[in-house]
Every structure is written in C-alpha cells, then in structure tokens.
C-alpha cells in the first residue's frame, strides 16, 4: 500500500511543477523540492536499512506524505489561479550601484565568515552561540549578488565564490551553508526557463543541468559529512520512521508554528532586551519537532539530555502528521497559501527576486525538510536587514518619480 501511496505523491507534485510552469510561477521551486521528497522518501523506504520498518508505519508516512501534497494541490487551486506577469531581469543593469555595494559586502563577510569559522568544528558550531555573528548574516544577506554573476555570466567569480564556500564547509560539515550561493544561481535558471520556454517538455528538459548541479553538490556534501556517497536527504525517511514508530507525546498541533515565528522575530526581541525590555520565549517549555526526533531517535525520555544541540528533522510530511495527524493535510493549504502570497511579492519585480534568492531559497529548502524552527532562526538578522534595503530601494526609487 505505501509504494502506491508513494506513486500517487510523486505524481501528485509533478502536476504541481506542471501546474507552477504554465502559470509563469516561481512556486515550480517549491514544487521541484517536494516532487525530490516524495521520490527520496519513497526510494528510501524501500532501502534495505529500513526493509525492517512494519508496513504500518510506512503507510502512517507515506500517507501523511500525500495528504500533505494534495493539500498543497488544493490550495494552489483555491488561491492561484492566475498566471503570473514576467518581469524582465535587464531592470539589474540600471541599478549597478546597489549591486557593486553588496559584491563588496559579499566579499568581505564572506572573507570574515571564513576566518571566523575555519577553527571550528561542527559541536562548536552548534553550540556556546559560536557561530559567525554579524559576518555569517552579511554573507547570507549578500550571497544573492550570485544571482547577478549567473545572470551577466561571471562564473569565475561565481566559481571562486562557492568553491570558498566549500572550504568553509569542509571545516564545519554544515552542509547547508552552500545552498545560500547556489539558491541564487537556481532562482535565476528557474525563472528564466519559466518565462521563455514556451513547452513544458523543453522546460523539463532545460531545468535539468541546474537541478543536476544542486544534486551533485548535494552528493559532494554528504561525502563530507558521512564519508560515503549518498542520495541528499535519505536519512530524514529513516528518521521519520523511527519517529512514528517510537510517538507518544500526542498531537502538537501549533507548537511548530510557534517555534517558526517566534525564531523569526528573535532579532526584534533581542534588540527590546537592549532596552530592558526582556520578552521571555514562550516556546522553550514545548521542545520543536526536530529535537524530539532526536530524543527519540536517541532513546532518551527527555530533550534535555540531548548533546551538541541536536536536530533531527524529518520532512514537513513528518511535522505536519506529529502535529495534526491526518488532519495535517488541511493544515498544508494554509501553509501553501502562505507560500503563494510570498513567492507573489517576490516576483513583482526583478530587484526583490534577487534581493531575497539566497535566504528564500535556502528558507523554503530548509522548512520543506522539516527544520521548521531552525528555518526562520537561521536567516532572521539576514531577513530583516534585507526587508531594510529594500524599503529603502523603494523609497529612493518613489522619490526619483
């Protein structure tokens, strides 16, 4: 029953990459990530490490999984029906300026992220606050200016900036951090592909060599991290399993969604603390998803005992199933609705597109892969310094009028 489950999820995400394209809608991102998951997390149910994992519970995941797709599915219909109107990208040759000033602050924080992390290692990273500082949130807030390399075909400045970024990784195995250069590089390819191809079949055929790139790099990593070659991602079905096999606090129901906001919004409460104004963390009493897959998948009975700040995600299928069981589904269309309002906004003009490719890109990856609390955390200080510029990019442009 679950491998039927599983095909039906499969096709079910790529008619919404079909449905994505002939809207012009920059939504094919997300649907490409989920049509990845649903085929990963078939693919790997039938590996032989979980061939011991009862039928049942692949059906529980497996279920969830296309409840979650169809409610996807549902939504886009509800909500997105119109297509989208293309913005032409040459409107990035009249605003050089801005574009040179974030290559400098590339550049530099990139360069002060190197040597800040070179001497660490992965516990260190994620623990003691010993990450990057203001120089990892520059980097992430200017790796969009790689939209702008692809884009006026610098790819050696292209080629120097991720290379760099895989000496930092191989440092401190955080294999995410490559996808803050490589999601703009992926946000261009898509849209142009979305705007000028005029079939979906050529599309298909001319998004391949940019999703083959992300793949292979996604394959080096995990060389990097587990010493052995291995599809992205497999370990997150094997974690779910484990998961639903070993559940037993109950439905969540919003502690997810908490966690989400809460961590997004951390930079406004740690700025208020400055002026005394303390605002205690309303989630720190109910432990996020991901940690509890840890505990579990650890064998404790407590997060608490948990070392090195460990983080086991296990897809949004997973999340949505631990925090509404089936009724999870309904939840993915408000979820979808809120991924259709934001993918609308960035794609009203070329300038907000490139401006948020790498922490949407990197957020959206991140949040499909069930890291549903460390998915806002983890760009907050870049996004709100980003909503900064851009505010003020629109009120000098409003003011040249």
Request: charged residues 15%; hydrophobic residues 50%.
């Amino acid at each position: 029953m679950y491998i039927v489950l599983g095909v039906c999820s499969i096709i079910a995400a790529f008619y919404g990459i079909y449905r994505s394209f002939r809207k012009k809608d920059m939504l094919v991102f997300i649907w490409i990530i989920v049509e990845y998951y649903t085929i990963i997390s078939l693919v790997s149910s039938l590996s032989p490490e979980n061939l011991q994992v009862s039928e049942d519970i692949k059906n529980t995941y497996m279920l969830s999984m296309l409840l979650c797709v169809g409610g996807f599915l549902l939504s886009d219909f509800l909500f997105n029906r119109k297509e989208k109107k293309t913005v032409s990208l040459d409107a990035l040759l009249s605003n050089k300026k801005i574009w040179l000033y974030i290559e400098i602050v590339y550049w530099i924080s990139m360069g002060l992220t190197y040597f800040t992390l070179i001497e660490i290692d992965y516990i260190e990273y994620n623990t003691n606050n010993k990450g990057g500082g203001w120089a990892q949130c520059f980097f992430q807030l200017s790796a969009c200016i790689n939209f702008v390399f692809v884009y006026k075909k610098k790819y050696l400045k292209l080629f120097i900036s991720i290379l760099t970024v895989f000496v930092i990784i191989e440092a401190i195995q955080v294999r995410s951090f490559l996808y803050f250069p490589l999601m703009p590089v992926v946000f261009f390819y898509l849209y142009k592909n979305i705007t000028s191809v005029s079939s979906f079949k050529k599309f298909i055929k001319s998004s391949v060599p940019i999703i083959a790139l992300l793949l292979v790099a996604a394959i080096a990593l995990s060389l990097t991290r587990f010493g052995e070659f291995k599809m992205p991602e497999a370990e997150l079905t094997s974690i779910a399993f484990n998961s639903i096999d070993k559940w037993y606090l109950g439905d969540q129901y919003f502690i997810s969604t908490g966690h989400y906001f809460y961590r997004l919004l951390g930079p406004i409460v740690n700025m208020l603390s400055h002026f005394g104004i303390n605002i205690e963390s309303p989630v720190e009493m109910f432990p996020s998803v991901p940690r509890i897959n840890a505990m579990l998948f650890s064998g404790l009975n407590s997060v608490d005992f948990l070392e090195n700040a460990s983080h086991m995600p296990g897809t949004i299928f997973l999340d949505l199933y631990v925090s509404w069981g089936y009724w999870g589904g309904f939840y993915a269309v408000v979820i979808y609705f809120f991924f259709i309002k934001i993918f609308g906004w960035l794609q009203k003009d070329a300038f907000t597109l490139v401006l948020f490719s790498a922490i949407a890109g990197w957020h959206f990856y991140m949040l499909l892969r069930g890291s549903v609390d460390t998915c806002s955390s983890g760009i907050g200080y870049a996004f709100w310094m980003s909503l900064i510029i851009y505010w003020i990019f629109r009120y000098s442009q409003s003011r040249k009028k």
